[in-house]
């Protein structure tokens, strides 16, 4: 069944509520993020980056690994993502490796920069030369790092994903 107008509405409000208690609450950042499967909200999390001393505990990675526990399944094949704000480069990156169907968002990039969370510079970063990039990086015992692939494509009882 469809999810209606006033489910996703429901949902994004959910992801809001969340974000704004996490403020006003002291707990941390103001972003929240629901995940949903056929109408059921799987994973409800808010960010907790300070709280857990933990900067990839965004809302979005924090609700896809509530969601991919409580539904016991590293990916999340049919799952929609709502999440108070748009999503940085790290969460986007994680909402398509769990393999969610769709995103909405509330604030946008725009606006999480006018309040003090500005993502741009990741997303300017991501289409740099690793050349010129602002943290240096550098390939280093590449001869020796090939061998763990290598093995991967010899093993048969490997869980491809
Ligand atoms: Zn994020």
């Given at each position: 069944m469809p999810i209606s107008n006033t489910q996703h509405a429901q949902f994004m409000q959910q992801a809001i509520r969340l974000a704004t208690e996490n403020v006003t609450s002291g707990r941390g950042g103001p972003f929240g993020c629901v995940i949903v499967r056929d109408g059921e909200v799987i994973a409800a999390r808010a960010n907790s980056v300070t709280a857990t001393n933990d900067?990839?505990?965004?809302a979005e990675v924090n609700a896809i690994r509530a969601a991919c526990a409580a539904l016991g399944t590293f990916q999340l094949t049919g799952c929609d993502v709502y999440t108070s704000?748009?999503?940085?480069p790290m969460c986007l990156a994680a909402i398509y490796w769990a393999r969610c169907r769709s995103i909405y968002f509330g604030n946008t990039a725009q606006d999480a920069a006018e309040a003090g969370f500005d993502d741009s510079f990741l997303y300017a970063e991501i289409q740099r030369p690793i050349s010129e990039r602002s943290i240096p990086i550098q390939p280093l015992l590449s001869d020796e790092a090939v061998e763990s692939f290598n093995i991967w494509r010899e093993t048969t009882e490997r869980i491809d994903y």
């Open positions: 900067p990839t505990a965004h704000c748009e999503p940085c």
